[in-house]
Structures are given as C-alpha cells and as structure tokens.
C-alpha cells in the first residue's frame, strides 16, 4: 500500500477552504448524513464544510493527506473550554451567514438532534469509566477521502496519526464506518436513532489505559 505524508495545515488560505470543503462534500455525498443534515442539497452541505475547514483552527486541529485528497478535523482534550464553546458560537453564526436565517437555522437545528443524544451518550459513557470526556478525550470530528482517493489507506493513515496516548472518540453513521473503526481498534459503545440516522459512539483506548475501556 501507499505511503502517505500527512500535512498539519497551519493556516488556512482561501483556496485551502475551496479545496478542502469540496473534498468534504463529495466523500459525504452518499452518506445518510447529507440527506439528513443537509437534505441532499450542495449548497447546504458545500457552506457546511467550508465553514468546518475556514474555522478549523479554531479550537482544533487540520490535517491533509496530498492535494487535499485527504482531510481530517481533530479536536485534542483541553483543560479550558472557552475557546471550543467560542468556537462552536462562531461556527453556527457563520453557517446563518452563508446559507441565511431559515435554511441555516434549520440545518443547524437538524445536526442539533444528533448532537443532544451523542452528548448524553458521551456522558453515559464517561460516568462508566469514571473519566472526562471534555479534558481527557480528544475527538476525531470529520474525517474524508474524496472519492477519486478512497481505497488507498488515506483514512487509516489519518487516523493511526491521532492515536496517540489519549483516548478518542467519534461518531459515525454507516455500517461501512462501523467496520473500518473497529479494524483501527475503536469500539462501539452507544448505538442509538436520530430521526433517519443510525448513529454510533466509537472510543479507541490506547494500551497504556487498558484496551478494555
């Protein structure tokens, strides 16, 4: 299989936006979130992920594999969550921007669905192990291959990168992901429906905390 260099994106210039929403937007295309989310419209998925890409850096961290053929967003655990609760202001206000108040408003209201329960799964979970998810759990929070790209290890590469010496965790919506995480050593640990959306929790442990958690 092919190498892959991933590249820590620093700074993200306006052509970066274009290029990495667009990558975005057509490896989550076929995904049941885009019909859900988005309703299947471009316009609605393309502001989306221009927004998570131009706002990244935020509170996280971007990183590319290639001409964007690759991208993940990467949310590490910190202490102070001012900066993500900012982060988060920012991001829903400029999705209103670019779509407007009633269709950015009602797809921010759609993905609010999802997030409420994989909150209180994350919750449910956290108690369990008796730990903080906020301060000692990073969290993988987009991850994809455009299609041209897929099938060539660029996923696996990205996230092998984030599997460090924390925890992390995810949330994904396919059968597809399920399996592919759970090759990566993630395990399923909340499953629940969203309106349309069969949705997963995913935790990956690293063997220093015990693969059991």
């Given amino acids: 299989m092919t190498a892959h260099t991933i590249r820590r994106i620093h700074e993200v210039s306006p052509e970066d936006a274009v290029k990495g929403s667009e990558t975005l937007h057509q490896a989550f295309k076929t995904d049941p979130l885009n019909a859900y989310t988005f309703a299947g419209r471009d316009d609605i998925s393309r502001a989306w992920f221009s927004s998570r890409v131009r706002l990244s850096l935020n509170a996280g961290e971007l990183y590319v594999v290639g001409d964007w053929a690759g991208i993940a967003i990467f949310e590490p655990a910190v202490e102070d969550q ?123 442990t690293p063997a220093s905390l015990g693969r059991g958690a």
């Avoid at 950015?104 to 759609?110: E, I, K, N």
């Avoid at 990205?158 to 992390?168: G, I, M, N």
Wanted: charged share 25%; glycine share 8%.
């Fill in 82 to 204: 001012s900066a993500r609760e900012r982060a988060r202001a920012t991001f829903r206000a400029d999705i209103v921007a670019q779509l407007g108040e009633d269709v950015g408003r009602s797809a921010l209201g759609r993905f609010d669905t999802l997030i409420k329960p994989y909150l209180e799964n994350e919750h449910s979970v956290a108690q369990e192990l008796g730990i903080d998810f906020d301060r000692e759990v990073d969290t993988l929070v987009i991850l994809g291959t455009h299609p041209a790209s897929q099938r060539q290890g660029i996923g696996a590469t990205l996230v092998r990168s984030f599997q460090r010496d924390r925890r992390v965790v995810l949330m994904t919506f396919t059968p597809y992901d399920v399996q592919f995480y759970t090759r990566l050593g993630f395990k399923p640990v909340r499953v629940w429906d969203a309106g349309t959306l069969h949705c997963t929790l995913m935790l990956w």
